[in-house]
């Protein structure tokens, strides 16, 4: 199907072409007969100036659809159906259409695909109904952003694992992020930030942020832990474990990684963050945007395993005055998934490729870490402006 976008800068969006919005036309049109008899069979008859297979992969849910569920489109259409919204079969089909293609690519410009939703609904119902379609159509888009977010969450919770069993398979990797997630279900998160190389010195220094005081470094692990600071019982338990468990200058395992993570931490302190699966749990365990944001995240893991060692490369080949071995995991996890959406996924801009990640950066790394992945990030665009 021919396209008017500029191969200059293919991130810029245009105006959609004559057979792409008559194709979404036509999905429209197919969403509305289905609904009415789901045994059409004259539903996909052919339409000229169309592309037929496409407007059929996308109400089928062939690929590259075949991951968005009836359930899940119903789950984000559901947050559009506030007062005073009617509920139109011809505005529900069209923005089915739109998030079907927003969710089988988390990562491409939306702008022109929800001006022509607006536009499409408009045309057929009249413009009493742009404002309230526009309105739904930024709700579906932060539906979208809110998913691509929890899932850059869990691919970096991936890479963190992956660090600390370094024998596992993807398939146990897998599990073990599920793991968490379900522990989440149970209401207990704790900032993703421990799971960082803790020390006993790394521990002492979360001491005193608990404190805002500075512990004497001879005094001993129990003079600490009976500060009356401390009041919570649960920080106390979890800190005590440990100083027991955490050898001098060493990483924590992977089985105490995991129970610190998910440990109940009830002070104020520790839950100041966003719950990161508000909305995409059920009382079941995960609900259809949970099992999305959960599978999109892992599918994006195992494309970019086999890449390691070449991510690790360019990382290296731009910074200048720091080892990769230097740096601090929370920060090269973030350069690694950054640098692979950059320089060989190729499905967003630079730019808001590198904001996400400085995002990321400042949620879960140092007070430099935001500074320190821009800087390299730009200039991994620099060295590889040609590629």
Known sequence: ?????????????????????????????????????????????EV????????????????PYEDVTDELVEEILSVTHGENYEIHPWREAVLSVLTIEFLSNLKASSAQLVEDAVCRVSRKLGDSYRGTTKNACQQISGQRTRMRKTMRMLVLASLYLMQFRKMSTLEQNQDDVMSLVQASANGTWYRFRVLRDITVRQLREEMKSLMNETPDESSSADTVLNDSSLRSEQIQSDLKSLLKTIPNGSSLGFEQIQNDVMALISSDDFIRDEFPFDGYLSENGLNARGRFAFCEAMKFVRKMAPHMTELDALIQKSSKRWRIERMALVDLNILRMATYELLIEKKSSPGILINEAVELAKAFGAEQSSAFVNGILQQICNDNADA
């Open 1 to 45: 199907m021919a396209s008017n976008r500029s191969k200059q800068d293919k991130y810029v969006p245009e105006a959609l072409t004559e057979a792409e919005v008559l194709t979404r036309d036509v999905a429209a049109e197919c969403f509305m007969a289905l609904k009415r008899d789901p045994h059409d069979s004259e539903v996909f008859s």
């Open 48 to 63: 000229p100036g169309a592309d037929m297979a496409l407007a059929k992969a996308i109400v089928k849910r062939e690929s």
